[in-house]
C-alpha cells in the first residue's frame, strides 16, 4: 500500500526489556532527533528539548533513581533497589523528551504540551522507521522533581516521557485497537 503507512500500522511497543543493542550510532540519533523535532510548533518554540541517555549515563541516573526509592521505601529490598536503578539501563538507549511548556502572550501551554507529545511520537516513528523498536514510558521517575532534577530539568520543565531504544529479535503482537466507530463523531 503506502511504505508510511505500513510502518505506522505495524509499530508496537516493546518492553525495554526486550530491546538490545546495538543502539543507534552517532548519525542514526542525530537522524532521529531532527526528524522528531520536526513537528507543528506554533510561534517557533520549541517547547521541548532531550536528554539523551546512554553508556555511563544510564549506571549515573540509575544510582539516582535507586537513591531515590531507597529514601522513600527504606524497607526496599537489595533485589528491588537493583530493579530501580536498571529501570533506564535496560535499553541500549534511552530519550527524555522534556516539556518546557511556558506562558506565551500568543501560544497556550496546551498548544506546547501538544508539540512535545508530537515530538515523542515522531521520535518513535524515526527511529522505528531505522528499523529500532521503542517504547515510551513515564514510570514513577518522570514525577519525581529529585529525578528531574538530577537529569538537569528546571523547576518549570516536566518530562513527557522516556523513550527507550533498541533492536528486538521479535516484535509482540499487536493489542486490541479501538474501533472507528467507538471514536469517530461525524458533524
Known amino acids: 500500500m503506502n511504505a508510511t503507512l505500513d510502518l505506522l500500522r505495524s509499530r508496537r511497543s516493546v518492553p525495554p526489556a526486550q530491546l538490545a543493542g546495538p543502539g543507534p550510532s ?20 520549541a517547547p521541548w528539548r532531550f536528554v539523551v541517555i546512554e553508556g555511563e549515563g544510564q549506571a549515573r541516573i540509575g544510582r539516582v533513581v535507586a537513591e531515590t526509592y531507597r529514601a522513600d521505601h ?3 529490598d537489595d533485589r528491588r533497589l ?16 522534556v516539556s518546557r511548556a511556558g506562558p506565551h502572550v500568543k501560544i497556550p501551554d496546551w498548544e506546547q504540551v501538544l508539540s512535545a507529545g508530537a515530538v515523542a511520537m515522531n521520535l518513535i516513528v524515526a527511529a522505528n522507521a531505522l ?16 529525578v528531574l532534577d538530577a537529569l538537569g530539568l528546571d523547576p518549570a520543565e516536566r518530562l513527557a516521557g522516556f523513550i527507550h531504544v533498541g533492536r ?14 467507538e471514536i469517530v463523531t461525524r458533524y
Open 168 to 181: 528486538a529479535g521479535e516484535t509482540p503482537p499487536d493489542r486490541p485497537r479501538p474501533t472507528l466507530s
Open 74 to 76: 527504606p524497607e526496599a
Open 131 to 146: 528499523g529500532f523498536r521503542t517504547a515510551w514510558l513515564t514510570e514513577w521517575m518522570a514525577y519525581d522533581r529529585r
Open 26 to 45: 552517532a548519525e542514526e540519533l542525530d537522524a532521529i532527533l531532527s526528524v522528531a523535532a520536526r513537528v507543528p510548533d506554533h510561534g517557533k518554540l
Open 82 to 97: 537493583a530493579l530501580e536503578a536498571g529501570r533506564l539501563a535496560q535499553a541500549p538507549l534511552v530519550i527524555a523528551v
